[in-house]
Structures are given as C-alpha cells and as structure tokens.
C-alpha cells in the first residue's frame, strides 16, 4: 500500500512535466493596450517510473489535453509583454516584437512578421508520505509569420525551439539508488498553423501544432493537436 500511495504521488507531480504542443502565438502585436486569452491546448506529457527502484528511468510519454491562461500588454506600438499561465506546467513571462505590418489594432491587410522571447520557471513543495521539492526552469523562443487577408481573417505559421528542466529530491525513502530526479528537454522543436477569426476586440483562433521532444533518458517523441482559442482585448 505505501508502494501504491508514492506511485500516485509522483504520478500527480509529474503532470508537472508537461509542455505545450500549441502555442497561439500570431504575428501581430496589439498595439498599445491590452488582451487576454482563453485557451484548450496540447501538452506532451511525462509520467516518472521508479520500477527496479531507480529515479533515472525513460519517462512514461503520453499527451494530454489541459487549459491555458494568456495575458498581453502592448507596450509599445509594436512590442507586448505577455504572461503564458498552462494548468500543471511552467509558467512563462515573454516579449513579442512585430518587425513587419500593423498591429492588432489596425487589423490592415499584408503579411506580418514577429518573434517571440520567454522564460520562466516553478517551484513545488509536496508534503503527504514524502517531501518532495520540485524545481522547473523553461526558455522559448519562436518566429511567426502570417497574412491577413481581411480585418476579420487572417493566416498564420510558425516555429518554434524550447529548453525545459525539471529537477527535485525526494525525502523520506529508502531503498533507492538516488533521492534526486534530473530530467531536462533541449532544443524541443515546434511548428504551428493556425487561423484567426475576428478582431481584437473579440477573436477566435484554431490551430494545428507539432512537436518533436526528447526528455533526458527517453526516446525522441513526436506530438501534434488540434486547440482553440478565445480572447479579448481593448
């Protein structure tokens, strides 16, 4: 039973060990104001495995559906600082900076052209049969580019590469060949499509992404989702 209860402890921490599929990142800026974001996005999810009683096991790879929190502020005509809030998974404080077209605001047809820079990291402290200290570190970068084609539709692609790290000790076991988990994802590549239905005021985004991840000791994964998005903005 003790065996069973520290499974489904880890198991829990390690939906901790998630990254985004999505990213919903679109080539405007907004323009000197504000906007938030409602969104369903994908995450590639790792699930640590303890069997042999070892904390250096390939992470159980899934994908998992989950939501996230986006808040933007146009600090500059053509220049954001935005938050990325995701359930379960690092949060990320960033820049947008558009190089070509018009904002958000102006909704002008043409082709538009912005990258994006964050980072961010977590901190976690679980106290039930174990301590468990847990400590993510995440960076991300990404070119977007898009078209729009009328000021209620618009067109977007990009690109994307991420470093995540998630680090942790365990307190209070025994038995085992090491009380620390050191797991980390360099260079994660991504790419995104997507739409954008709306103006600023109100829009709705759909999009396709992929990913291409490979966690310290477990085999290159291969990703995709299909997410939404709805936000609001003035």
Known sequence: MKWLIFVLIL??????????INRFHSPEAIGRGAEV??????FSSGVLDFSGSTTSNPLLMGKAADTEFYGGIGV???????????EESSSLVGIKVQVLGEPAKKAAVGHKLAFTAGMGAERDTFNQVFTIDLKSDV????LIHGYR?????????????????FRGSIKGTTGFDSNE???????ILGAHVGIVLGKHQVKLKLEAGTQKIEWT???PKLYQHFGLALSAGW
Do not use: L, W
Request: net charge negative.
């Open 11 to 20: 198991s829990s921490c390690a939906q901790r060990i998630k990254v985004p």
């Open 37 to 42: 974001e409602y969104r369903e996005v994908g």
């Open 76 to 86: 500059a005509e053509r220049a954001d600082i935005f938050i990325r809030v995701p």
């Open 139 to 142: 960076s991300e970068y990404s």
């Open 149 to 165: 084609a009328n000021p209620f539709f618009m067109v977007y692609e990009g690109v994307s590469v991420s470093n995540y790290s």
């Open 181 to 187: 988990i050191d797991f980390s994802a360099k260079n």
């Open 217 to 219: 000791h477990t085999e």
